[in-house]
């Protein structure tokens, strides 16, 4: 009988001490929006780079994919501890010629935002893979980062953001920096003719850009009405 539990204090032991690689965590890509405006993990798709129209004051999104390596080690005698959950993005902007961003007092650079989702543990060779949409940029420190880049010299700010998570077995994993470069603009996303079109749209319409994906970032508009077909 003594026997018996020293073999099963050994086993779960074993299976405790998990040797964690040190890429067990990783961030895989950015990944596109689909119409309905969610994000498909398992999309071969991926976004080359971002781009945010200043004329629009909003949060700038991002949509990492998120990768667990984690080899599962779940035994009849002990549950899966090796599922993740991803809680944060620590990301620090930086100029394209790899510098920290300077950023007046009260814009903290590096910073933290919260991103949630839970990354199954890995089979064998594998991984698993999730996805998460979080604030890649606060909104109000657009405008300040976008003088901050301009004044480096730079249209393009660089978001360098590394996934923190911890495991089910309260392990804490944190994956190495994805880089995703975002140029900035002033009215490259308006698709109005006129300022007298955009000034027409409708409390509707206005409530269903409000709703939408991400007006003003990437490839999204913020605003619907078509150009006016001009006569020859």
């Known amino acids: 009988m003594h026997r018996f539990i020293i073999v099963a204090l050994a086993v779960l032991m074993v299976a405790s001490c998990d040797r964690f690689p040190d890429n067990g965590l990783q961030v895989g890509g950015m990944l ?4 309905d405006c969610t994000v498909d993990p398992a999309t071969e798709l991926r976004r080359s ?8 004051l909003r949060n700038y999104i991002v949509t990492p994919l998120l990768e667990n390596y984690i080899v599962s080690r779940a035994l009849d005698i002990q549950a899966e501890q090796n599922n993740l959950q991803v809680t944060n993005l620590e990301i620090t902007l930086q100029t394209p010629d790899g510098l920290d961003l300077v ?5 903290p650079n590096p910073y ?8 199954p543990a890995a089979v064998d060779d594998g991984f698993t893979s999730g996805t998460t949409r979080s604030v890649g940029v606060p909104q109000d420190y657009e405008l ?11 249209d393009q700010v660089i978001v360098v953001m590394e996934a923190v998570g911890t495991t089910m077995g309260g392990f804490t994993q944190k994956s190495g920096p994805f880089f995703w470069p ?3 603009c002033f009215g490259c996303l308006d698709f109005c003719a006129t300022q007298e079109q955009a000034d027409s749209l409708t409390d509707e319409q206005i409530a269903r850009l409000d709703a939408s994906c991400q007006p003003g970032q990437d490839i999204y508009p913020y605003c619907t009405v078509p150009p006016t077909p001009t006569e020859e």
């Not at 780079?49 to 629009?56: A, F, R």
């Not at 300040?144 to 730079?154: P, T």
């Open 32 to 35: 596109p929006l689909e119409d």
């Open 49 to 56: 780079s971002g781009l945010w129209d200043t004329k629009v």
């Open 103 to 107: 950023l007046p007092e009260g814009f």
């Open 112 to 119: 933290s935002v919260t991103a949630t989702t839970v990354l």
């Open 144 to 154: 300040i980062v976008a003088d901050a880049v301009e004044a480096a010299g730079f």
């Open 182 to 184: 975002v140029t900035f």
